[in-house]
């Protein structure tokens, strides 16, 4: 059973530029200089991003729907899990290096980064996926209907509660504004493969 999440229903971590909700969707500006990264390599810690989450039933999968134009250094969106400000997970697209590109980050203490290269999704329907697995996370995506694809299979304490929703950031610049098509709660993966 699937279970569409109203727009509504969740808060911000920090407020976006706007948000318009309009024909089922979110339209999302985020602000210039938004971003969510703790120390590694760079030495900073960025808790400012534009994420409206909500507590994370356990037992359902997590989906966000999203549709953009990444044109500039680290524009980024996706979903969202936050335990605390020193863990969470950011999931999404990711525009790096002049590419379009798939990843995650993962934050205990310290972030960590992966990515993979995607071009051949830019301007398409991308969906991430989030279910819980034993003492894990798996992250999966797609574009428009085709298979999913595992992002990230990374450590997620069992017995911690955590929120989860649509993400958007703009470290490097003011107007990037991020179409989610949709929120749902699905039934989880039963298994990681």
Same mark, same amino acid.
């Given at each position: 059973m699937t279970i569409e999440v109203p727009w509504k229903s969740g808060t911000w971590t920090t407020l976006p530029a706007a948000a318009v909700e309009e024909d089922g969707r979110l339209m999302v500006t985020a602000v210039e200089g938004s971003d969510a990264w703790r120390r590694t390599a760079y030495g900073f810690v960025h808790d400012n991003e534009h994420a409206l989450l909500e507590e994370w039933n356990r037992e359902r999968a997590v989906e966000i729907g999203l549709k953009a134009e990444f044109t500039r250094e680290f524009d980024q969106a996706g979903l969202f899990i936050r335990v605390d400000a020193e863990r969470w997970i950011k999931t999404g697209l990711e525009f790096a290096d002049g590419v379009l590109n798939l990843g995650a980050v993962v934050t205990d203490g310290d972030s960590d980064w992966s990515n993979a290269p995607v071009? *051949?999704? !830019?301007? #398409? *329907? $991308?969906?991430? #996926? $989030?279910? #819980?697995?034993?003492? !894990? $996370?798996a992250i999966r995506a797609r574009v428009d209907d085709e298979p999913w694809h595992l992002v990230r299979l990374a450590p997620f304490d069992p017995a911690v509660s955590a929120q989860a929703g649509p993400f958007c950031c703009a470290p490097t610049r003011a107007g990037l504004t991020v179409t989610f098509t949709s929120w749902r709660l699905t039934e989880p993966d039963e298994s990681i493969h």
């Open positions: 071009p *051949e999704w !830019a301007g #398409r *329907e $991308v969906t991430m #996926r $989030v279910s #819980r697995i034993n003492d !894990a $996370v």
